[in-house]
């Protein structure tokens, strides 16, 4: 899913955050490029606790408060000191942008940043001024702030906790896109197979060797998988069934053809045969 040369990582990635947070799908609200003020600032993704009392049980957002501002870098954007202090301004924006004065508390308010490498020199600069708490694999809580906050490392994640979170990449190998894929075939929801298939899509023309192998060798596998994995799949097939059905109208063309030889032969071996009778009959009446 390209733009240009530019990979459109931002729309599967919002999708894998739901799909991270499904347990709890219920009670959560997702604003996807949350408008910041009049101004052309957007937060990524907006997750809002329906009920403040909702218990996340994803570990990414077990920390989460009642509004939850999620960016998301790619593995083709840069993290630094700056971006660090552009998300937490965002923040900022929210709180101070909501309508009536204190609507939402500064209290209630959380900050996620998510990418697939771990940005050691912010991390480092972070520590001097903060306590950075690594709370789970890949998960580092900064204590101290104005706003709780973490930063989320993709490469560092559970796999079997978090394999769509951990499928944004370009060095995905065979048993984690086979991984990917029966976690797909395992979803109930038609919601969630449709996110799903957004993810599928980016990451399998991202990884695209990896993903033809496994269609080359998945006898077994659906061909509604086959065409979401390789789309031009379906185009073949149906430039395929286009040439089978001209085959079989040349073919059908080709028998009505002989058959009309056919009957033209037969009607000159029963003249050739009437001119051999008449021959005969005037052999004899001149003897």
Request: some cysteine; proline content about 2%.
């Amino acid at each position: 899913m390209e733009i240009g040369n530019k990979t459109q990582w931002h729309p599967a990635f919002c999708s894998i955050m739901e799909l991270e947070l499904s347990e709890n799908k219920a009670g959560l609200m997702y604003d996807r490029e949350h408008n910041l003020s009049s101004e052309p600032l957007r937060i990524d993704l907006l997750v809002i606790k329906k009920n403040p009392d909702e218990v996340i049980k994803n570990e990414i957002g077990a920390f989460f408060l009642g509004h939850n501002i999620i960016e998301y870098k790619s593995p083709d954007d840069k993290v630094n000191i700056d971006t660090f202090y552009k998300v937490l301004s965002y923040a900022c924006l929210y709180k101070a942008d909501t309508g009536a004065v204190d609507e939402i508390l500064d209290t209630d308010i959380t900050i996620s940043l998510i990418r697939e490498q771990k940005p050691v020199k912010l991390l480092q600069q972070l520590c001097e001024k903060y306590q950075v708490v690594q709370s789970g694999k890949g998960i580092y809580r900064i204590d101290g702030m104005l706003f709780p906050m973490q930063i989320v490392v993709t490469r560092e994640l559970d796999r079997a906790l978090h394999v769509w979170l951990k499928s944004l990449t370009r060095s995905m190998d065979v048993a984690q896109a086979e991984e990917l894929l029966e976690n797909y075939g395992r979803l109930q929801d038609d919601g969630d197979r449709a996110k799903a298939s957004v993810v599928i899509n980016l990451v399998s023309d991202i990884n695209n060797a990896v993903f033809i192998q496994i269609v080359s060798g998945g006898e077994r596998m659906s061909e509604e998988l086959k065409e979401m994995i390789l789309p031009e799949l379906g185009e073949v097939k149906r430039l395929l069934a286009e040439s089978r059905t001209e085959l079989a109208d040349r073919d059908a063309k080709l028998a009505d053809r002989d058959a009309k030889l056919a009957d033209k032969d037969a009607k000159l071996a029963d003249k050739d045969a009437e001119i051999a009778e008449l021959k005969r009959l005037l052999a004899e009446k001149e003897s």
